[in-house]
């Protein structure tokens, strides 16, 4: 069983992985008051990963399918949301999320299907820290952070190259389809 510590917070709250029973994947986990929790993946994923936490108690989180398409995520209350549906971001795609503020600003890795490239992005969730802010209008989010719309965007299906290159990220060469056949 793989287990690591990544991120804490200023209240105690830990982030990091874990494997699940029969390490055949890992999830995304949190630690707090002594419990671990497993965050779990978005829809029809496989696979979770987090770097960070902020005071929020916001995790963010990467969730890939058994192909390594994998797409950025929020989670917060419970509840998981796909970054790409927070954002209007033009063709740029959220794929490795990698830090996130006490004012709810996210940096990381993205993918652009016109170019092929990996840009970087930062992404401001409009919650009460931003309010005033030009690109965030009235009911984009709540001031708790929470999504007013959709939790989920289609998914994008990412070249072999970007697949493996977001692999060799997390040294996760033993995952793959043969592992989840194995369930």
């Known amino acids: 069983m793989n287990n690591a ?56 989180v990467q969730s890939c399918d058994i192909n390594f398409n994998c797409r950025g995520a929020l989670w917060q209350k419970g509840m998981m949301t796909d970054l790409n549906a927070l954002t209007s971001a033009g063709s740029l795609y959220l794929v490795l999320p990698q830090h996130i503020n006490n004012q709810g600003e996210i940096t990381g890795q993205g993918f652009d299907p016109n170019t092929g490239g990996t840009p970087p992005f930062v992404a401001i969730l409009c919650n009460g820290n931003h309010i005033g802010d030009k690109d965030c209008k009235a009911g984009d989010q709540g001031t708790d952070g929470a999504s007013a719309g959709t939790t989920e965007q289609p998914k994008v299906v990412l070249p072999e190259n970007i697949r493996k290159w977001l692999q060799s990220q997390r040294g996760l060469g033993h995952f793959g389809v043969g592992a989840a056949t194995q369930q």
Not at 8 to 31: C, E, F, K, R, Y
């Open 5 to 60: 510590a990544l991120s804490i917070n200023n209240w105690g709250q830990i982030v990091g992985i874990s494997d699940l029973p029969g390490d055949t994947t890992t999830h995304a986990v949190i630690w707090q008051n002594g419990t671990i929790t497993d965050l779990g993946t978005l829809p029809g994923d496989f696979y979770s990963f987090t770097y960070g936490i902020n005071d929020e108690g916001q995790v963010i």
